[in-house]
């Protein structure tokens, strides 16, 4: 159930609240003093102590949300998706969350090497963009076949929005291209969508 003055459902990097507020919980993190979602939920409060002074934010997966209205992905549409696959042209999403909704079926997408950004094109790297696992904000440009949705990030609010290194530490935006490791600061390449 959605607690006042927190949103209903919660995104994967969607500030909820700041962190002077709350303490957080699970499925949520820090990042520029707001309480952010780390996972596709419902935010919820519960007391810290038996005195209820202080309150724990966290996210709960979704369980009982589901694609009850049939709803499918439509052009011009923004969502949410896991990079499983990337090869050298291409990245393959399994889209989770069609505008607010969060879907149980399954739908997969695609951004191709020009869909990457908006300027400079033929220069875009697939593989230092993406990485299996990211957390992707896309918006749907073509229906594509019959299997998989054609998705651009190439816009400022678009792109990865949340990530782990390689030794499974979280990343935070840098630049428009770069993340950084909260725990040895070293820099990895990304499509680095700006926080909203």
Request: charged share 20%.
């Given at each position: ?83 499983t ?41 697939i ?28 816009s ?41």
């Amino acid at each position: 159930m959605a607690t006042l003055g927190l949103p209903p459902t919660a995104t994967p990097g969607q500030p909820l609240a700041p962190s002077s507020r709350y303490i957080p919980g699970t499925g949520v993190h820090i990042f520029h003093y707001e309480v952010c979602a780390s996972i596709v939920g419902i935010p919820q409060l519960s007391p810290s102590s038996p005195s209820g002074l202080e309150q724990i934010l966290s996210v709960l997966p979704c369980t009982d949300s589901t694609n009850k209205n049939g709803i499918l992905p439509q052009v011009g549409a923004i969502v949410l998706g896991k990079v499983t696959r990337i090869t050298h042209i291409e990245a393959t999403l399994a889209i989770f969350v069609v505008g607010e909704v969060v879907c149980t079926d399954e739908f997969k997408g695609i951004i191709r090497r020009e869909d990457v950004r908006a300027f400079l094109k033929d220069k875009a790297k697939i593989l230092s963009s993406f990485k299996p696992g990211d957390i992707v904000r896309a918006r749907i440009i073509s229906l594509g076949d019959q299997s998989k949705y054609f998705l651009s990030t190439a816009s400022n609010d678009l792109g990865v929005i949340v990530a782990h290194s390689e030794s499974g530490d979280p990343l935070n935006p840098l630049s428009w291209h770069e993340m950084v490791s909260q725990s040895t600061d070293m820099i990895e390449e990304r499509k680095v969508a700006k926080p909203m």
